[in-house]
């Protein structure tokens, strides 16, 4: 069942989403080599309640930390450790944050350092990925639309869209209907319509698409060892353009600070 949104709870979930972000621009300065990705964790739990909200992700399905935390060829879901990062590391940070009754959720991916350009260009082609899969998510058209946009620019670049995880609707539920691939075909799929909130999150991987899971139960690795990056917005559906909920602007802003 898919949850139409008001004006109100969108304006809620505007708040949930935009702490994520402002969580995110809030480690930013961490993001170095010799940090331990457990360190990040802690430091977002302490923001997020600091700023009124609850992590989202914390013990959700049994997860135990409150960032996923994924490194070079980890796509997603990674568990925040002791591992300490490196110059050239690729690390992917996913958030989610629960206050006022709905949830946020956005992920950003960043270079530790100077990067290696086959690097450069995964983070480049996947958060354009992204904004292409947006252009698509607009009242009318269909969920195959943002994924086959999505697709095509990440393929036509010569990387691989992961198939086994996907977007998803975004609300008092931090997964709800409908699911949002990240490949598939125009004019098919579940109408997009206004009051549907979803969560767009492209996972991008610089060689061959298949992944697999690790012990742990949750992180998810590229087969190849190759490098993966990871952006998500979380959008509300408009006539002619979609909304943003989350803002990466004020982490790309204290990017530029470094």
């Not at 977007?167 to 579940?190: A, D, S, W, Y």
């Not at 060892?225 to 982490?251: N, T, V, W, Y």
Request: proline content about 3%; overall charge negative; glycine content about 10%.
């Amino acid at each position: 069942m898919i949850f139409y949104k008001t004006e109100e709870e969108i304006e809620l979930l505007k708040l949930s989403n935009r702490l994520v972000s402002a969580t995110h621009a809030e480690l930013v300065p961490m993001i170095l080599p010799g940090v331990k990705t457990i360190d990040l964790d802690k430091r977002a739990e302490e923001f997020i309640r600091d700023n009124g909200g609850v992590p989202g992700f914390l013990n959700y399905g049994g997860f135990p930390n409150s960032l996923c935390i994924s490194v070079n060829d980890a796509v997603v879901h990674g568990i925040p450790n002791q591992y300490e990062l490196q110059e050239g590391d690729l690390i992917s940070l996913d958030c989610g944050v629960y206050m006022n009754g709905f949830h946020g959720d956005s992920a950003y991916s960043y270079a530790v350092g100077e990067v290696s350009d086959l690097k450069k260009k995964l983070l480049k082609i996947t958060k354009e990925s992204l904004y292409k899969g947006i252009e698509a998510a607009v009242s009318g058209n269909r969920i195959g639309d943002i994924g086959y946009a999505v697709q095509k620019y990440a393929e036509d670049a010569g990387f691989s869209v992961v198939r086994e995880l996907v977007g998803h609707g975004v609300g008092k539920n931090l997964h709800e209907k409908p699911e949002v691939p990240n490949f598939g075909r125009r004019g098919r799929g579940v109408k997009l319509k206004e009051g549907m909130t979803i969560a767009i999150e492209p996972m991008i991987n610089a060689g061959l698409k298949e992944v697999i899971q690790e012990d742990d139960g949750w992180t998810i690795r590229t087969r190849d060892g190759m490098p993966s990056a990871h952006f998500e917005h979380s959008i509300a559906i408009r006539k002619g353009k979609a909304e943003l909920l989350s803002d990466f602007s004020i982490i790309e802003e204290k990017l530029k600070t470094l």
